[in-house]
């Protein structure tokens, strides 16, 4: 009988643990901020950029640069004819529940991808005195973020918030309680053969 009640306290503690990571878990910010930290252009390791032509692209011709070297503050601009296509080069088990980017409308679009969906988001055209807007996007509407596609516009400060993935730890813990579950069967039924 003792076993039988060690094996109840592995698994509450197992169950308990588990269940941490699940309430704790802290959210992590991610940044693209079109810098490489001295003020001069480059992409972020973190996001994954696909540069190509937009919908209406008849030439061709990519047109995008980065720009604000000069003032030390880099940003991307993205002509109307191009668009790039932003993945997240995340851990495995992680997802990305929130994203924003920052912009000034040139007459393009944002548009950010779910697994339910996308949220698109046309810009004006305005060119007045680069005027800074911010774009959101959560999984609450769209589902989990997979990416998303900008053209038309100068874009700077993407944020992505990553979050583990909770069912990683459900299935942690229902294999643990498996295990334990089989331990205790075994135990249970050597000592009912050996009364």
């Given at each position: 009988?003792?076993?039988?009640?060690?094996?109840?306290?592995?698994?509450?503690?197992?169950?308990?643990?588990?269940?941490?990571?699940?309430?704790c878990?802290?959210?992590?910010?991610?940044?693209?901020?079109?810098?490489?930290?001295?003020?001069?252009?480059?992409?972020?390791?973190?996001?994954?950029?696909?540069?190509?032509?937009?919908?209406?692209?008849?030439?061709?011709?990519?047109?995008?640069?980065?720009?604000?070297?000069?003032?030390?503050?880099?940003?991307?601009?993205?002509?109307?004819?191009?668009?790039?296509?932003?993945?997240?080069?995340?851990?495995?088990?992680?997802?990305?529940?929130?994203?924003?980017?920052?912009?000034?409308?040139?007459?393009?679009?944002i548009?950010?991808?779910?697994?339910?969906g996308?949220?698109?988001?046309?810009?004006?055209?305005?060119?007045?005195?680069y005027?800074?807007?911010?774009?959101?996007?959560?999984?609450?509407?769209?589902?989990?973020?997979?990416?998303?596609?900008?053209?038309?516009?100068?874009?700077?400060?993407?944020?992505?918030?990553?979050?583990?993935?909770?069912?990683?730890?459900?299935?942690f813990?229902?294999?643990?309680?498996?295990?334990?579950?089989?331990?205790?069967?075994?135990?249970?039924?050597?000592?009912?053969?050996?009364?």
């Amino acid at each position: 009988m003792k076993q039988h009640k060690f094996n109840e306290m592995i698994v509450a503690i197992v169950c308990f643990l588990g269940l941490v990571p699940l309430v704790c878990a802290t959210p992590t910010l991610l940044l693209e901020d079109f810098d490489d930290g001295n003020g001069i252009g480059a992409f972020d390791p973190s996001f994954a950029h696909t540069l190509g032509p937009g919908p209406n692209n008849g030439t061709g011709v990519l047109d995008w640069e980065f720009n604000g070297e000069s003032i030390g503050n880099s940003f991307l601009y993205v002509g109307l004819d191009t668009q790039d296509y932003i993945t997240f080069l995340l851990d495995p088990g992680q997802y990305v529940s929130h994203a924003s980017v920052s912009y000034v409308p040139f007459g393009g679009s944002i548009s950010f991808i779910g697994q339910y969906g996308s949220e698109v988001l046309d810009l004006p055209y305005s060119y007045i005195d680069y005027i800074w807007s911010t774009a959101e996007a959560d999984m609450s509407t769209i589902g989990l973020i997979q990416g998303f596609a900008i053209s038309g516009g100068a874009f700077d400060d993407i944020r992505i918030t990553v979050v583990p993935e909770p069912s990683t730890w459900l299935l942690f813990l229902a294999g643990t309680a498996a295990i334990l579950g089989m331990r205790n069967h075994r135990a249970l039924k050597s000592i009912n053969t050996t009364e």
